[in-house]
């Protein structure tokens, strides 16, 4: 069980911390997402923020497994949330989100394990 616990945290690093890097380097696409989902353009660098803060606390969770817990629900609400503001929009692409929401879930429920 531990295994699959640090493949999917790493996975989650990954895949947070590359998302979290697009979006504080204002590459397009965050910025084209935020538009489509009538998100202000402001905001972009918060949501990286976010996804930075989610992905440190993962990596932190190897060490004090409160953080990786506490981290780990935290993207929890952060992909749900933007799985809800794509189908808010009429926007079924959601494919990415469904992804990154399992694979926080997995890190959360392995961790609680």
Do not use: C, W
């Not at 295994?3 to 979290?20: C, D, H, K, Q, S």
């Not at 397009?28 to 990286?48: C, F, H, N, T, W």
Request: zero cysteines; glycine letters at 14%; charged letters at 5%.
């Amino acid at each position: 069980m531990h295994a699959a616990f640090v493949v999917v945290t790493v996975l989650g690093v990954l895949f947070n911390g590359a998302a979290a890097v697009t979006y504080l380097i204002g590459h397009e696409y965050p910025k084209s997402q935020a538009d489509m989902k009538g998100i202000p353009r402001k905001y972009v660098p918060v949501l990286g923020t976010l996804l930075a803060a989610g992905t440190v606390g993962l990596a932190a969770g190897f060490v004090v497994p409160i953080l990786g817990t506490l981290a780990a629900s935290g993207l929890v609400l952060y992909f749900v949330g933007a799985i809800i503001a794509h189908l808010r929009v009429g926007s079924r692409n959601i494919v990415g989100g469904i992804v990154f929401l399992a694979t926080a879930v997995a890190a959360l429920v392995l961790g609680l394990l």
